[in-house]
């Protein structure tokens, strides 16, 4: 017996391995054959997510649920007009100015690696910097090629651009109206030792984990924007915004904007780029150390391997999509077999128990 268990649980952890990449490969081509309906589908969750919050605030306030979603679509829905009208502009400006100014940083970045290689020869130093300064600058190059062409290929395509954000907020007030009926009514077709825990864990992980995002990363655009005006850093807002939208992407993605934004102002100044590294990380660290455990807390409970694990995972099967959605998903799963687990832990304690008070049989004789 213990030997046929053993070799059933070999072969077990045996498949899991090629059962788990063919589903992330399948995952992968289903999405990109639907990627447009199933990037609106998303989007459009994740914004009734967050937007159901302040929607329950309403309802407190003996107001009916409908008029409670009317209500929080349309404070929204200013928002974002006064948004597109007076920062977006503002973005897309200081964005066409830095492409244009990238060939001239580059340049002068080399002009700075040829000094500094001209001073180490000086001091009979053995350093050669044209190759890799030649490596940056490709690099630099084909980067600054594949975003010129994204914003022509978006320019291009506004009008599709403008239906997808039509299609995302009708989607939202739908959601929002409807949501909880289909969401239950697929939830029951689940057994409730599942179903249950797979909700719970699904609106914790998805609605705290986005809005925490969403709240650090805004966090990070009001702090630097001053410091960086105040240090004179060129495209100050757009190099803040920069960081902190890319605080969405958990682990990974403040240290990547960070890096990009120290990168792109050390080709412009050596010197400013120190500073603007050593400011941008203090209040990463004021971030992950002060507002993260109190917004985000233990509510996913994964070791940071398993979540760059599902980052890697999440941007393999959809990219960007991927990426942001990876953690909550990671939570949620973790959450279910989490809750699962205990659920029959607890059922075999208490049977045990009735088992072992329940008194044996007498023997009549």
């Known amino acids: ?158 009008l599709s651009g403008l239906i997808n954000v039509v299609l995302v907020i009708v989607l939202a007030f739908y959601m929002l109206l409807y949501g909880d009926r289909v969401w239950y009514g697929l939830i029951n077709l689940l057994p409730s030792s599942i179903g249950v825990p797979f909700s719970k864990s699904l609106q914790l992980n998805f609605h705290n984990f986005f809005l925490s995002q969403l709240l650090l990363g805004l966090f990070m655009v009001v702090a630097l924007t001053p410091i960086f005006l105040f240090l004179r850093v060129p495209f100050a807002l757009l190099f803040a915004i920069v960081i902190g939208i890319s605080e969405l992407i958990p682990f990974v993605g403040a240290a990547l904007g960070i890096g990009l934004v120290t990168i792109l102002v050390l080709l412009q100044n050596w010197w400013l780029g120190f500073p603007v590294a050593l400011m941008a990380t203090i209040m990463q660290q004021i971030k992950d150390n002060l507002l993260a455990p109190k917004l985000l807390g233990d509510f996913i409970g994964l070791n940071p391997i398993w979540i760059f694990i599902s980052i890697l995972m999440g941007f393999e099967i959809a990219g960007l999509l991927g990426t942001l959605v990876a953690v909550p998903i990671a939570g949620t799963i973790k959450g279910t077999f989490d809750a699962i687990k205990n659920y029959k832990q607890s059922e075999s304690v208490s049977n045990f128990t009735i088992n072992y008070d329940s008194p044996p049989d007498q023997e009549e004789g």
């Not at 268990?5 to 995952?27: C, D, E, H, K, R």
């Not at 340049?107 to 050669?128: G, H």
């Open 1 to 158: 017996m213990r030997r046929s268990a053993s070799l059933q649980t070999l072969l077990i952890y045996g498949l899991s391995g090629p059962i788990i990449a063919l589903n992330v490969w399948l995952l992968s081509v289903l999405f990109r054959f639907f990627q447009n309906p199933i990037t609106i589908l998303s989007i459009a969750a994740i914004l009734a997510f967050l937007l159901n919050y302040p929607v329950k605030l309403f309802e407190k306030a003996r107001i009916t649920h409908t008029q409670a979603v009317i209500i929080v679509l349309f404070i929204t829905l200013t928002l974002f007009v006064v948004l597109g009208v007076t920062l977006v502009p503002v973005v897309i400006d200081q964005t066409i100015q830095l492409l244009n100014k990238i060939p001239d940083w580059l340049s002068a970045s080399q002009e700075n690696l040829e000094k500094w290689e001209t001073l180490a020869k000086q001091r009979r130093l053995p350093v050669d910097l044209r190759v890799i300064s030649g490596q940056i600058n490709g690099s630099i190059q084909n980067l600054v090629q594949q975003i010129a062409s994204g914003a022509v290929g978006v320019a291009g395509t506004l």
